[in-house]
């Protein structure tokens, strides 16, 4: 059974950073590339981050270019989105996602798996 958990969300002020983190089990986790996702209330799922399975390949949302960082270790099959200089416009709950392919998508139906998700709040 495929299972992603991912950790790491709270609220935070402004300005201020999280880190995500994505516990993969159930799957062999070197194939598949892996993305995050996030949805705010009343908005449909969008995409945040994605690398490849080897690490080597990286794409960013616009909104999120130069302040998250995506990153993997397939040692410990785990995804991390490391989220800096927050802003109240990236509240939204954060899900990791996984799908078998070599070039992750930007959409959301080009993922096989997803986790539960996690809130992540940025509020003064």
């Known amino acids: 059974q495929v299972q992603l958990v991912e950790t790491g969300g709270g609220a935070v002020q402004p300005g201020g950073s999280l880190r995500l983190s994505c516990a993969a089990s159930?799957?062999?986790?070197?194939?598949?590339?892996m993305g995050w996702f996030r949805q705010a209330p009343g908005k449909e799922r969008e995409f945040v981050a994605a690398i490849t399975w080897r690490g080597d390949v990286i794409d960013y949302a616009d909104s999120v270019k130069g302040r998250f960082t995506i990153s993997r270790d397939n040692a410990n099959p785990t995804v991390i989105l490391q989220m800096n200089s927050l802003r109240a416009e990236d509240t939204a709950v954060y899900y990791c996602?996984?799908?078998?392919?070599?070039?992750?998508?930007?959409?959301?139906?080009?993922?096989?798996?997803w986790g539960q998700g996690t809130q992540v709040t940025v509020s003064s």
């Open positions: 996602a996984a799908a078998r392919t070599n070039w992750p998508s930007t959409q959301p139906n080009g993922y096989d798996y």
């Open positions: 159930g799957l062999t986790f070197t194939i598949y590339a």
